[in-house]
């Protein structure tokens, strides 16, 4: 009589709990890898994952709520929705990725049948996609790998509880008596170590196959592809054409990176550089913007590489291997920072670059939602910019005279083009009372240069001012730049280079306002510029007479006129980073330069290595056995003494000694020990299994000489099965092991019939 062998199964009702729980899992973790988005739904998510982490704590809840709350939910959403899509135009990656929040919410929080489970994965993935072409954060990585399993889990329930009789039906009071530590119990009970580490295995290999097939597919960039992922509207940072007092101080105070930039090798870092963005040329409505007649010089290359115009006189040489690599955070601005004159502008793949000629200006057509990156060639810090002083047949800039700006007309003064914008300040008594008092006692009844003007114009600044995001501007009719001019309060940077663009303008020197970032640190671990959003800035660029446009910063704490002698004697100011912010920071920029920015060019590059080292190992291996090959054919040609006889009888003993090892010593037991208590199986301890194993083998040996037909009425299926219940004994589970009393008093029975 065979013993039946107790096995601890998961019953449908536990598997579809299971089910439940990897559901409520795969969602959480997507809805981490869109927590990185810059989406303004913070608090949606925030009651998506707190709703759905609940539910699966007390799973119970959802049956508790009417049925009529689910009926009313669908036309709910749907409006939701469509009006969210409507109010957030043109912008359709926040409202997507919010639709898809909203229906993983709701999959999250209701039963679901097979095609609810198929929907809810596909929306998930759906949020880790966008979330991984958004941000290309170092996160990604991980939660990538946490994915997976979880998806490839919640798959192999679905299959499991469809194979049963009752397919996807729900199980009436499931959640009546449910209890969560007693499920964990329960399914840490049936799991199976054995199979658990081939799944192990199995994802290492597709881990391992994925990297494979990353390294050698062709680069490919979805965000590129795709114009629709591509960010409408505002940049996060401020830096559009146009801007309000105060638009750049609001991020002032945000830490986080906005730039990371990589210097060619060998090259000096400049210590106080200005990342040149955008040109404010015109003053309209009490803020500066950049003059539509100076954005009709924009030109659109579609193309990987742009390339600059070669500049009388420059030292430009082809194929230069002198880059510098950019990592702009995605939603930070459509314009392109740069430091200086440059050969060559280079995108990964094919992308829209529109570049102004006039104003030295480079940007994309829309914002980046996600990382850009681009690489510069031969680019040369300056404090000064190369202009063209006669614009459309317009007199020459030196000979232009100031314009003043009716502040009575709200419309756009149409008649005034760049570069005449450039001399227009803002009419009326009580703006120019204030603008021309403060130039008398700036140049004293003097007529001063640009260059002398602007010393004496930014010591003055300063001297009546100080610093502070904070300000408090006089109430007056003057307009608001103007007035903050009037007073002794402090003011940020886009005060003080408002107020100095305008009295310069007033004396008959064209100026315009420039905005970027100013400055930044130096990575102490992998040798990069960080530039923060505290470093956005605005400073000036005021017209020299002869041709250039040199650069002005009077914000207190910045460089006077940053001339080449200001510019070589910070040379020495390095600031660098080593706290514990650069390091981690520093893992994100090997994420982007060995993983998101690996481009073709390093792919080729890649493959080149692993051929030359390829083929120098073969080559290697092939010396080295064609050395050991010539040296044992000369031994053996040699005529043969005392110590040839010696050698021969010494390999003959290791021989032998391996051989006696590996048959009769069994060095290799304490590996099969090992690792069989590894998949929970104590060999060596367990007396019941040594029994098991001696019967086992007695067992064989009688099967070997002879296998018994008949024994004394037991048939020959019962001497099979109890030597399958010995090999369970000796081999399987502890959870699953029959009795073994019996079993070994059935076998010895056996065994003594037979002698």
Known sequence: ???????????????????????????????????????????????????????????????????????????????????????????????LVRMVLLLVMVRSLQYRRKREDMQLILLCLFMVVISGVLTLSLTFALQILLFT????????????TESNDRGSQVPPGLWDEFNLGHFLKRTVLVLDMRLLGFAAVLFLGVVVVSSLIFLFIPRFRLDQAIPFLNLKGKARSGFTDSINFGDVAEIIEDDSVALRVDLPEGREAPVNPYWRMIVLDEYFNRSFRMSFSAKRENRIYSDQQFIMKSPPGSQWVENSTDKWTFYLEGGISKFLPIVGPFQSLRFQSRKDVEFNELLKLAGTTSISSGVLFYQISQMEPADSIAANPIFRGAKPLAEMETVFLDPAKSKEPKKITYPQTTLAVPGGMANLEILTAAIGRITGGETLGPREFSIRAVDYLRSQHGYSLNVAIPPGEADEVV????????????????SFT??????????????????????????????????????????DGEGKWFRVDPTPGAGRLSDNENFAALQNKLTIDTSWGAYFDSLRILWYRRIVNFDKDQQEELASKFKIAGAETMSTLKLLINDRMD?????????????????????????????????????????????????GLDLKSDPIRKKAGKLVVRFRARNNENKPHEIEGHPPEHWDQIYDQLLILRFGATHQRPPHRPIFRQAQKLLKTLK
């Open 149 to 160: 399993p979880c998806a490839m889990g919640l798959l192999f329930v679905i299959n499991l």
């Open 483 to 498: 007035r903050w001019l009037d007073s002794t309060q402090p003011g940020h940077c886009e005060l003080f280079a408002g």
């Open 1 to 95: 009589m065979s013993v039946a062998i107790p096995r601890v199964r998961l019953s449908f009702e536990e598997l579809y709990q299971l089910k439940w729980m990897t559901g409520g899992l795969l969602s959480l973790v997507s809805l981490w890898t869109i927590a990185y988005l810059e989406l303004n739904s913070g608090l949606l998510l925030a009651v998506a994952a707190i709703s759905i982490f609940v539910t699966m704590i007390f799973p119970g809840l959802p049956g508790k709520i009417p049925a009529i709350f689910w009926n009313l939910a669908t036309p709910a959403l749907i409006v939701a929705i469509i009006l969210d899509f409507f109010f957030a135009r043109p912008d359709i990656i926040p409202p």
């Open 502 to 543: 305008l009295l310069a303008r007033l004396a008959g020197i064209p100026t315009r306002v420039v905005t970027g970032f100013q400055g930044g640190t130096w990575s102490g671990f992998e040798n990069y510029y960080m530039i923060r959003n505290r470093d956005a800035h605005a400073w000036c660029e005021v017209y």
């Open 631 to 679: 040296a044992l054919k000369n031994w053996f040609v040699q005529p043969w003494g005392g110590s040839h006889w010696v050698r021969v009888g010494y390999l003959i003993l290791v021989f032998a000694a391996c051989y006696l090892l590996l048959r009769y010593i069994g060095w290799w037991l304490p590996i099969i020990y090992r690792e069989a208590k590894f998949f």
